[in-house]
């Protein structure tokens, strides 16, 4: 357990009692992906048709079992449950080839407005929200989740294919969300501790205090520690792409350099 709250690695596989903070299961996913990721790549680069099969046969499998346990396959805390995102992620980075726009726009607009219609009706309202809101719906959250991601993929994939006009202002809220999903659920945490038997409308000033405190505190955490290490990372890398590109140029010279000293022949 100490292994998996330092190295993530194993986090997901924790009970949820023994997790310090919950939503960090999704790390030890990533890490499983970043782990295989050399291989993957070559699959979806340059590997054959069987290999592609292969790889999107236990994508494909993984997400039916995820779909057909109701989520509950996920305290398991394996990679295949959600590999189908990543691959897909990477087969658009490889072809060079995101949907069009008006796929993405009729993608997002289906997602959307099945999203706003579930809300909407007090019956099917329990597919997205759940505590005071909980009915026996609740046990096809799972699935209303992954078919409202499944249908924004095809707006992330182009998205993620073009400059946007701002993109500071483009990557910094989009990277801050992560960080909100992180620490969200310590203020959901104190919501329950001080709610007692408060109706679904007596909670909503404490629900609207926890927001309104979580969204400045993950800007904080954000600016003060993802950013700068973030800034690390970037450094390393380019870094490493300098020093391959010197390297790169100085053999191409030390193999050009005795073509040019050879005597010419009249």
Request: hydrophobic share 50%; with cysteine.
């Amino acid at each position: 357990m100490l292994v998996s709250h330092l190295a993530l690695l194993g986090y997901a596989n924790l009970e949820k009692a023994e997790r310090i903070m919950g939503p960090a299961w999704s790390l030890d996913i990533e890490l499983q992906f970043y782990l295989i990721a050399p291989m993957l790549i070559w699959i979806v680069a340059r590997g054959g048709v069987y290999w592609k099969v292969a790889l999107y046969g236990v994508a494909g499998l993984g997400l039916i079992d995820y779909l057909a346990t109701h989520g509950a396959a996920a305290d398991s805390g394996a990679l295949p449950l959600y590999l189908l995102f990543f691959v897909l992620g990477m087969e658009a980075a490889a072809r060079k080839s995101p949907p069009g726009n008006r796929g993405a726009v009729w993608a997002s607009a289906f997602a959307v407005g099945a999203f706003l219609i579930t809300l909407m009706l007090p019956m099917s309202r329990s597919l997205i929200l759940e505590g005071s809101f909980s009915t026996s719906l609740c046990d096809y959250n799972v699935c209303a989740n992954v078919t409202l991601a499944l249908g924004l993929c095809p707006y992330a994939l182009t998205a993620a294919r073009k400059r946007a006009a701002n993109p500071r202002f483009d990557r910094d809220p989009g990277n801050v969300t992560y960080v909100v999903y992180l620490m969200h659920m310590s203020f959901v945490a104190l919501i329950a501790h001080f709610e007692g038997n408060w109706s679904r409308y007596q909670q909503l000033p404490t629900i609207v205090a926890c927001w309104t405190a979580v969204l400045p505190a993950a800007w904080v955490a954000y600016k003060l520690f993802d950013q700068p290490i973030d800034r690390l990372r970037q450094a390393y890398v380019r870094s490493r792409r300098i020093g391959r590109t010197e390297k790169v140029a100085h053999g191409w010279q030390s193999l050009a350099a005795p073509v040019g000293a050879l005597p010419s022949v009249d």
